[in-house]
Structure formats: C-alpha cells, structure tokens
C-alpha cells in the first residue's frame, strides 16, 4: 500500500507563488510516474502535471506550462510543484497521484492508482 501527504497549499495573492509537495510512503514505492491534480468547487477534477520517476519527463497542462514546473526527489519519495504567477483560476484544491504502469504523453494524464487527501491553494485577485 502507497501513502501519499500533500502539503504546501495556503493563500496566495495573485502573481504570487506556492510549492507543493507530496511525500510518498509504503513498503514498496516504485511507481512509473507521479501526477499533480486539482478540483475547483462546481468542476471535475483536471490534470496539472506529471513526471516519470525514473527518466523524469514531464507533462503539462496547457493552462499551468510556462507557469508551473514538477520535479522529483528519488531519494526522499518526494514529488514537488513549483507554482508561479498564481491566478485565481488555479484556486482549487490540489492532489497528489502515483500511477503504476507505464505511459507516456497524454497516457499520462488519467489511470492512477494512488491519491492523496489533497491541499487546498486559494489564489486572491
């Protein structure tokens, strides 16, 4: 079983900047990529960002790149998102997702097999 604990988010004004991060847990962590999601109130959930961890491509929604940047610590099963020039669109809350099989490009926004609980950012105009 994988644990995964999101935090970072908070309240931001707007072109401000946050940095989430997910810290990973389990007796096995060996996932082939970890993905950043968010959900406003009224919306579905949407894909952010997704790295693989061993190659460490990265994969971006068109709404966050140039603005947001994932990045992986191995060593400390750790995933981050560097959030800059906030909008308050980003507001939402943000979850932390590791997916188990492969994929690449937009196989790698949706089938994850593990959530976080979530953090909320609120992002003020």
């Known amino acids: 079983q994988v644990q995964l604990v999101e935090s970072g988010g908070g309240l931001v004004q707007a072109g401000g900047s946050l940095r989430l991060s997910c810290a990973a847990s389990?007796?096995?962590?060996?996932?082939?990529?970890m993905g950043w999601f968010r959900q406003a109130p009224g919306t579905e959930r949407e894909f952010v960002a997704a790295?693989?961890?061993?190659?460490?491509?990265?994969y971006y929604a068109d709404s966050v790149s140039g603005r947001f940047t994932i990045s992986r610590d191995n060593a400390k099963n750790t995933v981050y998102l560097q959030m800059n020039s906030l909008k308050p669109e980003d507001t939402a809350v943000y979850y932390c997702?590791?997916?188990?099989?492969?994929?690449?490009?937009?196989?790698?926004?949706?089938?994850?097999?593990?959530w976080g609980r979530g953090t909320q950012v609120t992002v003020s105009s």
């Open positions: 790295i693989t961890w061993s190659g460490g491509r990265t």
């Open positions: 389990g007796r096995t962590f060996s996932p082939y990529a």
């Open positions: 997702a590791a997916r188990l099989g492969w994929c690449y490009a937009y196989g790698c926004r949706n089938q994850y097999d593990y």
